[in-house]
């Protein structure tokens, strides 16, 4: 089998993770299903936005589990992981060696895990696929010449062909065990150790509150869909390929004698225990460590779907409301020719929303009408005259008037009373004025004959001006004062 081969089919598989949809205008293929990656916004956040992806993912997990400062800063990578078993001296040892065979270039085993490294090493996979019928596998190790001519080639980047009859599948399944192995860190990254170890404890509660011994399984693997969102992409992909390689095995376990715990006995060490530590140092954690493993392989085909609210978040960052979700607005088209469509999306969406606008005012006018038919018919009080005017006081926005004519309102009329008479006997001719001159403008003033010679001298009553006027006035008033004062003191003198 060809090496490039396998690269070809990863890469594919990498393409469909993100779920490029690709127009195809060959006939024979239309009725062909389109596939389509619920996960899309989700894996279009992560690589578009891994800031905002980080911080959406961590707030959940840290929702789920109670990770203290120091963890949750070594889970964000704020801060170096603190491992057990990290400070002693033969840690220290490997991590030089492990170094030195890194330097070695086209070197896949001991090298960080690429797309390169994955190509390789999935050949290990889909042959394993095949062969799972073997007993022992994973546990029955394979012969050690085999192995080191398969790592070889493997490590050249030559051409392999695994169903020649050479290999042995206990050769294959230890190499791919050596492969896990020597990667400088565990497949699952010693950030993401103590998250594993808090996910282990996830117990359900009793009536009471209390805390019990038996698993809470639908928080433990909402916590892995989030911890495994986080993970890089190579370790995802690669993660995905082995644990369901180890469901696949464990549900042939009649014939290999291998169960989802004895094969989470193998991977525990491979895959989450931290590099170059020992049982010991490890101590109580280790049972924790492998039925967390156990747990992974039992429902790994659960583990690598989105939550159902990270999709929803992830697909409203994008489209931004729930109003137009339809299939046409989704920017599923990432090839050159989609680009072209661009500018009649926009015309779409646009009249979309005029037609949204249009509708809506629609309905507004009509419970207007209708409310204002309610009122309409109710019986005449005080409340349904102030919410007539209440409509009438915005009559552009409520327009009634089309389909209800408002009754105009009644003239009031004059009053008759006993103290109207009165006031108008006795303040007479000024209140009377004064009614006149808030209905219509003033009228000049009528001039008596003793005030002719004035008007002679000052014009016309027409051009002359209010404060003239009343200076007239007074001093007509002011002579009339002083010829009764000379009467009365003349009658007085009299007698």
């Not at 993970?231 to 009649?254: C, E, G, I």
């Not at 729930?322 to 090839?335: C, V, Y």
């Not at 008033?477 to 009365?488: N, V």
Request: hydrophobic share 35%.
């Amino acid at each position: 089998m060809a090496a490039g081969a396998p690269a070809a089919g990863a890469r594919r598989g990498g393409s469909e993770a993100i779920c490029n949809l690709v127009i195809c205008n060959d006939s024979s293929l239309r009725s062909q299903p389109i596939i389509f990656n619920p996960d899309f916004f989700v894996e279009k956040l992560r690589h578009e936005k891994p800031e905002v992806f980080t911080e959406l993912v961590v707030s959940n997990i840290t929702r789920l589990i109670d990770l203290p400062g120091a963890e949750l800063a070594q889970l964000m990578g704020e801060e170096d992981p603190k491992l057990p078993g990290a400070n002693s001296t033969a840690s220290g040892f490997f991590r030089s060696l492990m170094s030195l065979k890194r330097k070695e270039k086209g070197v896949v085993f001991g090298s960080p895990l690429t797309e390169e490294g994955i190509a390789q090493v999935s050949q290990l996979i889909e042959y394993l696929h095949k062969n799972l019928r073997a007993e022992g596998l994973f546990r029955v190790p394979g012969n050690s010449i085999r192995q080191q001519i398969l790592k070889d080639a493997l490590n050249s980047g030559t051409d392999i062909d695994l169903d020649s009859g050479e290999f042995h599948s206990n050769d294959v399944a230890t190499l791919l065990k050596m492969f896990l192995g020597e990667l400088p860190e565990p497949l699952l990254t010693h950030k993401h150790f103590h998250a594993h170890l808090k996910i282990a404890d996830l117990m359900l509660f009793d009536e009471k509150g209390n805390k019990t011994s038996t698993p809470d399984k639908e928080r433990q693997i909402e916590a892995l869909q989030l911890l495994f969102l986080i993970l890089p992409a190579p370790n995802r992909s690669l993660l995905k390929l082995l644990l369901d390689l180890l469901y696949q095995t464990a549900k042939k376990q009649d014939k290999n004698k291998m169960s989802a715990h004895n094969l989470a006995l193998m991977f525990a060490p491979h895959i989450l225990w931290p590099r170059n530590v020992t049982a010991n140092d490890l101590q109580e954690n280790i049972t924790k460590l492998n039925n967390g493993v156990t747990f992974m392989i039992k429902h790994s085909q659960k583990l690598f779907k989105a939550p159902a609210y990270i999709r929803e978040c992830a697909r409203l960052h994008y489209l931004g409301s729930r109003a137009h979700t339809s299939k046409d607005d989704l920017d599923l088209l990432t090839s050159p020719g989609s680009k072209e469509l661009q500018p009649l999306k926009s015309q779409k969406r646009s009249r979309l929303d005029s037609c949204h606008q249009e509708e809506t005012q629609q309905r507004t006018e009509e419970a207007l009408r209708e409310l204002f038919r309610h009122v309409h018919n109710m019986p005449d009080s005080a409340k349904k005259k102030k919410l007539i005017r209440q409509f009438n006081k915005h009559p552009s926005a409520l327009t009634p008037s089309s389909d209800v004519a408002t009754p105009p309102a009644p003239r009031r009329a004059r009053s008759r009373s006993f103290s109207g008479l009165i006031k108008r006997k006795v303040l007479g001719t000024p209140v009377i004025q004064e009614r006149k001159s808030r209905d219509t403008t003033p009228e000049p003033k009528r001039v008596s004959k003793e005030n002719v010679h004035l008007l002679q001298k000052c014009g016309s009553p027409a051009h002359m001006s209010q404060g003239k006027l009343k200076s007239l006035e007074g001093q007509k008033e002011e002579s009339c004062r002083r010829m009764r004062a000379h009467l009365l003191s003349k009658d007085s003198s009299s007698l």
